[in-house]
């Protein structure tokens, strides 16, 4: 497909895209790589559009020019709108019981109406194992990779892949970059990343965008030399310890006796499958810890089981802020003391209330606001919003704005009250190249400071903290008994 931009430009109420001159050609891969802004919410509907199809909110001027083909995206936003087809469809009340979830093979199928196709991508890229699964039953990781899947399915000529390798864990990262260079021979590929470690060296070109404006174009080996890296990293310290003043501004922590947290022997089953089994873990006071495992292993299910959002966290041995989980507290009680951002919340977190509230319901540990805030939190919601270059979208509608935009405020709404353990299950997803690192720098302050003591899951290495070397590791036990937790230490963070 070839694709020409002239003078180009197209914008929303929130976004800029700004090309003045780009030219793909049709047997080009291309990388882009944005520092800050989500490029792929405005590119992508423009790329998939017709020849004469208007893309809607979009105030469009000067020329693009594409050779007819078929687009297909694969994005964090596709994902989100997936989950609230399948949530639309449980909550119809005309769709018989047996129907109203989608398997990942009806996913699939469904694209291409044709089952050795269906079966071939499942193979591919390890989803066999959870082809009678629902959709809603996936881990971050699984979903990225139906995703992937159900756009091959539909015989792209181009295919938009908007951080394809958010969400996966080490080995299913390889294993998809060698999958797409494989692909790269016969397709044509477009992939927009926020970590510069995410360019494949086989690609071909790479295009640079800041505040949503091409600002160059280059191969391969001129990027890997590019400075931009280490400008974006003073700005992001910058920002991060504007935060961390605001934080010891109103500075305000609970204290616990140990353990903060303590389960035994605890085990998540369901009728077909064991998720883990035998975890014996304790978080005291002044720890920070680090949950690792592949895809599927149980990470994100043991963190519900801490905040009480799974149904299984009753039937389990679990202390937390010294109480036994089952023997009378209210989950408001637990909650108020712990702040949370995953993917699963962000997709849950489907109301329409502006960008201030979203903040402002951190107090509340609302999704949504419901009650009259104080002057004070919204003070403080305000600052949050100034120091995330936010404050123009105080009273846009959190629907209304980018997944990454979203994501800040789902990190600020979590860290806002300061909560006793602050709870980080891929929290940089959807994140640009400054916003993450302006994140990652806040939390190793606050970890370092102790504001907070953080439980914290990423799938890259080089998204670990100093001051986080205490580790449960989900390692392969027997098919009986699910994944099995392996406790260690680094050096200077073993038991006393």
Known sequence: MQICFKQFSAATAKLTLEINDWQIESADSWALF?????????????????????????????????????????????????????????????????????????????????QNLTQRLLTELDLVHLQHSYFTQ??????????????????????????????????????????????????????????EEDIPVWIDHVGLFSHGKLESVMSKADWD?????????????????QMMALLKRHRHQAKF???????????????????????????????HWQVKGPNGCGKSTLLGLIFGDHPQCYSNDIHIFGKKRGTGETIWEIKKNIGMVSSALHLQYRVNCSALDVIVSGFHDSIGLYQQPTAQERKIASEWLNILHMSQFAKTS????????????????????????????????????????????????????????????????????????????????????????????????SPD
């Open 398 to 493: 959190f629907r209304q704005l980018d997944y990454g935009q979203q994501r800040l405020l789902l990190i600020a709404r979590a860290i806002v009250k300061q909560p006793t353990l602050l709870i980080l299950d891929e929290p940089y997803q959807g994140l640009d190249y400054l916003g993450r690192r302006l994140m990652k720098n806040t939390l190793e302050l606050i970890a370092k400071e102790h504001l907070s003591q953080l439980l914290y899951v990423s799938h890259y290495h080089e998204d670990s903290l100093p001051s986080i070397g205490r580790y449960l590791t989900f390692v392969p036990g027997e098919p009986q008994q699910g994944y099995q937790a392996v406790i260690s230490y680094d050096d200077g963070f």
């Open 225 to 241: 030399k590019h400075p931009v890296i280490a400008q974006i990293k003073a700005q992001s310290q910058e920002q991060s310890e």
């Open 138 to 195: 996936l881990s971050t990781g699984e979903s990225r990779r139906l995703m992937l899947a159900r756009a091959l399915a539909e015989g792209a000529d181009l295919l938009v892949l908007d951080d394809p390798f958010a969400g996966l864990d080490v080995e299913h990262r390889k294993s998809l970059a060698l999958y797409l260079e494989q692909l790269s021979r016969s397709m044509q590929l477009l992939m927009i990343v926020s970590r």
């Open 257 to 287: 006796d140990n353990p903060l947290f303590e389960i035994k022997h605890g085990k998540v089953a369901y009728s077909d499958k064991t998720i883990f089994t035998e975890v014996n873990w304790r978080i005291d006071n002044g720890q």
């Open 34 to 114: 944005s520092t800050d802004g989500d490029i792929g919410a405005i590119l992508t509907p423009l790329l998939m559009s017709g020849e004469t199809e208007q893309v809607a909110e979009l105030s469009i001027t000067g020329q693009l020019t594409k050779s007819r083909a078929k687009v297909v995206e694969v994005s964090l936003n596709s994902q989100q709108r997936l989950l609230e087809q399948v949530l639309e469809l449980d909550d119809n009340e005309h769709i018989a019981p047996q129907d109203s979830h989608v398997s990942v093979f009806g996913l699939i199928f469904e694209q291409c109406h044709d």
